[in-house]
């Protein structure tokens, strides 16, 4: 069955200097598509080189094998004459079709920041789209999500990792809350994947019971099913996790390759 993986991370540590990855466990120094049966695929900014951003596009450009799309590495505190200049870099490779500044514990703050919001509205100027990655569960964070986007219904965003869902059914009312308040969102999307991150032993009815919320909650059309390869093999290897999904979904393939499809690769 086909799919798109809107969600992968490629890296060469003899290429790239990835100061985060040093200090993971069992992840390669390696990691090209060779293994992926994807059709087609969205690199997210792996830190290859966060001064010079535009290095990895170029990096990928010579290394990708598939139909690929990439989320280029972004500094949301840049002032605006060089936030504009990583712009033009990036729209030198027209596979560059978004940006990434993980959010996470800063997101309130950077979200209160003129500069950072000014930086992204000219990132959707630029006509990029933007990847959040940021804890759903904190109900400040997702206030002000929603305050931002009803105020600029131009700003496409895409929710990362589904916004770090607690995999426990019973822990999970805060993020349930703020999953309900995004989905009133018209623009935005959210990517269900990186369960592993939460649980290198993650069950599979924990990571559907996520996904069917996001599901029941943002509608068939504004979920995306996604990896995180290769930290998913922390639990499993990427076929066993992609037979699973698209046979569990076998019946909405708008979860695994349409919605990825229309959302990164609308020119192709």
């Given at each position: 069955?086909?799919?798109?993986?809107?969600?992968?991370?490629?890296?060469?540590?003899?290429?790239?200097?990835?100061?985060?990855?040093?200090n993971?466990n069992?992840?390669?120094?390696?990691?090209?598509?060779?293994?992926?049966?994807?059709?087609?695929?969205?690199?997210?900014?792996?830190?290859?080189?966060?001064?010079?951003?535009?290095?990895e596009?170029?990096?990928?450009?010579s290394?990708?094998?598939?139909?690929?799309?990439?989320?280029?590495?972004?500094?949301?505190?840049l002032?605006?004459?060089?936030?504009?200049?990583?712009?033009?870099?990036?729209?030198?490779?027209?596979?560059?079709?978004?940006?990434?500044?993980?959010?996470?514990?800063?997101?309130?703050?950077?979200?209160?920041?003129?500069?950072?919001?000014?930086?992204?509205?000219?990132?959707?100027?630029?006509g990029?789209?933007?990847?959040?990655?940021?804890?759903?569960?904190?109900?400040?964070?997702?206030?002000?999500?929603?305050?931002?986007?009803?105020?600029?219904?131009?700003?496409?965003?895409?929710?990362?990792?589904?916004?770090?869902?607690?995999?426990?059914?019973?822990?999970?009312?805060?993020w349930?809350?703020?999953?309900?308040?995004?989905?009133?969102?018209?623009?935005?999307?959210?990517?269900?994947?990186?369960?592993?991150?939460?649980?290198?032993?993650?069950?599979?009815?924990?990571?559907?019971?996520?996904?069917?919320?996001?599901?029941?909650?943002?509608?068939?059309?504004?979920?995306?099913?996604?990896?995180?390869?290769?930290?998913?093999?922390w639990?499993?290897?990427?076929?066993?996790?992609?037979?699973?999904?698209?046979?569990?979904?076998?019946?909405?393939?708008?979860?695994?390759?349409?919605?990825?499809?229309?959302?990164?690769?609308a020119?192709?």
């Open positions: 069955m086909k799919f798109i993986d809107p969600h992968i991370h490629l890296w060469d540590t003899d290429q790239g200097d990835y100061h985060w990855l040093h993971s069992n992840l390669p120094l390696q990691v090209n598509d060779s293994a992926m049966t994807c059709e087609a695929y969205v690199h997210v900014e792996a830190g290859f080189d966060n001064n010079q951003p535009w290095r596009l170029g990096w990928l450009e290394v990708a094998t598939k139909p690929m799309r990439a989320v280029a590495t972004l500094d949301l505190t002032f605006t004459a060089p936030f504009v200049e990583s712009l033009r870099h990036y729209a030198k490779y027209t596979f560059c079709v978004g940006g990434r500044h993980i959010l996470d514990n800063d997101a309130l703050d950077l979200l209160r920041n003129p500069q950072v919001l000014n930086n992204l509205d000219t990132l959707a100027q630029h990029y789209l933007f990847e959040a990655q940021f804890d759903v569960a904190d109900q400040a964070v997702v206030a002000r999500v929603c305050e931002l986007l009803q105020a600029k219904p131009d700003w496409q965003w895409v929710i990362n990792h589904a916004g770090y869902p607690v995999l426990s059914a019973v822990e999970q009312e805060q349930c809350a703020g999953i309900h308040c995004l989905s009133k969102i018209p623009s935005l999307m959210v990517k269900c994947s990186g369960f592993e991150m939460q649980d290198k032993d993650f069950a599979w009815e924990d990571a559907l019971r996520v996904i069917d919320h996001c599901i029941a909650s943002f509608g068939e059309n504004r979920v995306m099913l996604a990896s995180n390869y290769p930290l998913l093999t639990r499993m290897p990427y076929n066993q996790y992609w037979v699973y999904l698209t046979q569990a979904y076998a019946d909405r393939p708008e979860l695994y390759y349409d919605n990825a499809k229309r959302m990164y690769f020119n192709t």
